[in-house]
T-cell receptor, first 112, second 113 residues
């Protein structure tokens, strides 16, 4: 048990729609990261938040955005969904920016 | 930019066989290296990590990995696999301050009983 909870577990959306994925981290975990894992591939870093501010970003367009809240919850928002956005989205948290990550089970997003 | 290559995409072994999964990374600076495992239907779990010091690191469940700086490699080993080791294994690196990871494509291991 990692203490990282993601919701929903599965989601189906239509191209062009917007989606919000949610993550709840362990108390005291000030860093939250989001990864996209396409089928058959390794996770790709989307962005990281530290104490509610974006701390780093991977090679993803601005339609991928996030929020981190003081209660150790966070959101990943994706606008204007494309078919290629279909993937498993992983949330990971850690106490600080140097500790190993604790991953949630992910949200599987299907865009049709 | 950093990158990670895992050359074995699928590996099938019989129980008690020895395991070695390859991982090579591309990054010129100081790196932290990780192996994560994803059992069927479960979340990614940390197997072991290398930050500094002894290049041979031991992790959970009898796994170990050796960091060879000159070869930019961090191969995962286990002397004798069990059926319960069936999972997908990911090598990851972070070369920047912080824990923003670059993952390899993964190796799917199947252990036959």
């Amino acid at each position: 048990e990692t203490g990282v909870t993601q919701s929903p577990t599965h989601l189906i959306k239509t191209r062009g729609q917007q989606v919000t994925l949610r993550c709840s981290s362990q108390s005291g975990h000030n860093t939250v990261s989001w990864y996209q894992q396409a089928l058959g591939q390794g996770p790709q870093f989307i962005f990281q938040y530290y104490r509610e501010e974006e701390n780093g970003r991977g090679n993803f367009p601005p339609r991928f955005s996030g929020l981190q809240f003081p209660n150790y919850s966070s959101e990943l928002n994706v606008n204007a969904l494309e078919l290629d956005d279909s993937a498993l989205y992983l949330c990971a948290s850690s106490p600080d920016r140097d500790s190993p990550l604790h991953f949630g089970n992910g949200t599987r997003l299907t865009v049709t | 930019a950093q990158s990670v290559s895992q050359h074995n995409h699928h590996v099938i072994l019989s129980e008690a066989a020895s395991l070695e999964l390859g991982c090579n990374y591309s990054y010129g600076g100081t790196v932290n290296l990780f192996w994560y495992v994803q059992y069927p239907g479960q979340h990614l779990q940390l197997l072991l990590k290398y930050f500094s010091g002894d290049p041979l690191v031991k992790g959970i469940k009898g796994f170990e990995a050796e960091f060879i700086k000159s070869k930019f490699s961090f191969n995962l080993r286990k002397p004798s696999v069990q059926w319960s080791d069936t999972a997908e294994y990911f090598c990851a690196v972070n070369g920047e301050p912080g824990n923003m990871l670059t993952f390899g494509g993964g190796t799917r291991l199947m252990v036959k009983p």
